[in-house]
T-cell receptor, first 114, second 111 residues
């Protein structure tokens, strides 16, 4: 079974530039999450989708971050304009609609903002 | 604001010893509890889940939950150098499957 795919793995940009990350969840997983993990900290939830609808985006900085999940499969997370404090690993995770709650994580996209 | 607290460590134990990792959480309504292992530069992977008070054992790992004390722990018996990683405690509320993570405890197993 293929895992959660993310790209790009690494991205370096200047502040005020924009960046987009892509995630393809495990086939059949209805729920998709984007987490932000700053160095030395645990993952922090940014947004949760179920199919193509948003369940929770209360911690997403909506003035600069946006996310979408078209057709309930792939998802993209965009940051525009980026700030220095956005430097982090952006983790995508997915989960079956009905299970005990295990999240499967992708390898992450590491963003460095200079 | 739901909070999950862990001692950031590092926790150093000799090979073959028992490593004990602790976690407390603030939301009394929390229902599901998870331990994830994260190697440096890698993504978190689930190693244990626990849903009811008491102990749950899986190989060298034992998770312990005490909801009255809002406390969950992970014991690693016969620690191996390959266990050296950061261990993340994660908690979710009833039916939400939305995980709140602690900052993680870095474990080093010394050969």
């Amino acid at each position: 079974e293929a895992g959660v795919a993310q790209s790009p793995r690494y991205k370096i940009i200047e502040k005020r530039q924009s960046v987009a990350f892509w995630c393809n969840p495990i086939s059949g997983h209805a729920t998709l999450y984007w987490y932000q993990q700053i160095l030395g900290q645990g993952p922090k939830l940014l947004i949760q989708f179920q199919n193509n609808g948003v369940v929770d985006d209360s911690q997403l900085p909506k003035d600069r971050f946006s996310a979408e999940r078209l057709k309930g499969v792939d998802s993209t997370l965009k940051i525009q304009p980026a700030k220095l404090e956005d430097s982090a690993v952006y983790l995508c995770a997915s989960r079956e609609l009905v299970n005990t709650g295990e999240l499967f994580f992708g390898e992450g996209s590491r963003l460095t903002v200079l | 604001q739901k909070e999950v607290e862990q001692n950031s460590g590092p926790l150093s134990v000799p090979e073959g010893a028992i490593a004990s990792l602790n976690c407390t959480y603030s939301d009394r309504g929390s229902q599901s509890f998870f331990w994830y292992r994260q190697y440096s530069g890698k993504s978190p992977e689930l190693i244990m889940s626990i849903y009811s008070n008491g102990d749950k054992e899986d190989g060298r790992f034992t998770a312990q939950l005490n909801k009255a004390s809002q406390y969950v722990s992970l014991l690693i018996r016969d620690s191996q150098p390959s266990d050296s990683a950061t261990y993340l405690c994660a908690v979710s509320g009833a039916g939400s499957y939305q995980l709140t993570f602690g900052k993680g405890t870095k474990l080093s197993v010394i050969p």
